[in-house]
């Protein structure tokens, strides 16, 4: 089975730029996804395709896919993105969800 | 406005019986696959299984492969979940999500806000 890693955790300071790494054996070689879930509520799409924003996703969310590594950036992070953060690609028949990493924004 | 509202959920006992329901509207439904996905309390998102638009092609995860049928009435914009032989780790906030699917990649873009499973004797 396919399997996808992330950091359990990442700390950024508010204005600033947070990373949040995915890896994956070539996960280059395919898609990458990325949700945000707030305590309490359901899953939101925040990056599809790799780099695509969905619509109402803001401008400071980016994203890359390159080698093992899929890669969310959060430019000028604010309070309100302290969240999980679930990556996932499609494996031949199945969809894996990486386990996931808290984003605390201090 | 795309809404997914799950419903069914609720206490059973291991080795017990469940249909989940999520009723959708706001895109034509018929058009999308659908799954659902389940996410045991302070734990990470586990895809359980999905369905094609018409409903003649499903699949699973492995830990519920046999156990679990998905199902879909898009007659009634409605998606299903039908669990047999229920495990204690079975339970979990059960999501409906609208999938989409190009090439060869399957994500979700629209999700519901769940319904709570408790598998406990």
């Known amino acids: 089975s396919y399997d996808l890693t992330q950091p359990p955790s990442v700390s950024v300071s508010p204005g600033q730029t947070a990373s949040i790494t995915c890896s994956g054996d070539k996960l280059g070689n395919r898609y990458a996804f990325w949700y945000q879930q707030k305590p309490g509520q359901s899953p939101v799409l925040v990056m599809y395709q790799d780099t695509r924003r969905p619509s109402g996703i803001p401008e400071r969310f980016s994203g890359s896919n390159t080698g093992n590594t899929a890669t969310l950036t959060i430019s000028g992070t604010q309070a309100m993105d302290e969240a999980d953060y679930y990556c996932?690609?499609?494996?031949?028949?199945?969809?894996?969800f990486g386990g996931g990493t808290k984003l605390t924004v201090l | 406005e795309v809404q997914l509202v799950e419903s069914g959920g609720g206490l059973v006992q291991p080795g017990g019986s469940l249909r989940l329901s999520c009723a959708a509207s706001?895109?034509?439904?018929?058009?999308?696959?659908m799954s659902w996905v389940r996410q045991a309390p302070g734990k990470g998102l586990e895809w359980v299984s999905l369905v094609s638009g018409s409903g003649g092609g499903t699949t699973y995860a492995d830990s519920v492969k046999g156990r679990f049928t998905i199902s879909r009435d898009n007659s009634k914009n409605a998606l299903y979940l039908r669990m047999n032989t229920l495990r204690v780790e079975d339970a979990a906030v059960y999501y409906c999500?609208?999938?989409?699917?190009?090439?060869?990649?399957?994500?979700?873009?629209?999700w519901g806000q769940g319904t709570l499973v408790t598998v406990s004797s």
């Open positions: 999500a609208k999938t989409q699917r190009s090439g060869s990649s399957t994500w979700f873009d629209n």
């Open positions: 996932q690609a499609w494996d031949t028949t199945s969809v894996v």
């Open positions: 706001g895109f034509t439904f018929n058009n999308y696959a």
